[in-house]
């Protein structure tokens, strides 16, 4: 692993995929922010959450069944970040019968402004996302606001 003191922030998501319809869509552009160095893969885990709650690990399949493994260059990434209790987590918020992907990844783009930070005494005290839907619903209210 690179030296610590010029990693970016790093992040993690679980995408559920209801029903297991997991069509590896999104997996070239995932590739591609790679390739340009904008995030480093540090985990990337494929579960399923069965019907009576279990969750599983799965193996990288061809998933559009073109006889060609859609993963490939995904398979064996792993730091170890992602462990039992991670799935446990994840298990809690997935539905019964869905597939999820569980990705930790460095922001690499923001390695440098986030070393220069450290370097000046600086540190990460909160952090967070906001939903699309969030964003969508204060939209829609300004927008009914200015039309008034």
């Known amino acids: 692993m690179r030296d610590l003191d010029e990693m970016g922030p790093v992040d993690y998501l679980v995408v559920e995929f209801p ?3 997991l069509t590896g869509e999104g997996f070239p552009l995932l ?3 790679v390739d340009r160095g ?3 893969i540090l985990d990337l885990v494929f ?3 069965r019907d009576d709650g279990a969750v599983d690990g799965l193996e990288l399949t061809d998933l559009d069944h073109d006889g060609t493994l859609d993963l490939l260059m995904f398979e ?3 730091t170890g970040l992602v462990d039992a209790d991670d799935l446990a987590e994840a298990a809690d918020v997935l539905s ?3 597939t999820a992907a569980i990705l930790v990844y460095e922001n690499r783009w923001a390695g440098p402004l986030a070393a220069a930070m450290r370097r000046g005494g600086g540190q990460l005290v909160a952090g967070g996302r906001v939903p699309v839907q ?3 619903a204060s939209v829609d209210r300004i927008d009914t606001e200015a039309s008034r």
Do not use: C, H, N, Y
């Open 31 to 33: 590739a591609d922010l």
């Open 134 to 136: 969030a964003l969508l």
């Open 38 to 40: 904008i995030i480093r």
């Open 19 to 21: 029903e297991g319809r």
């Open 76 to 78: 064996g990434v792993t």
């Open 96 to 98: 019964p019968g869905s």
């Open 47 to 49: 579960v399923r959450k």
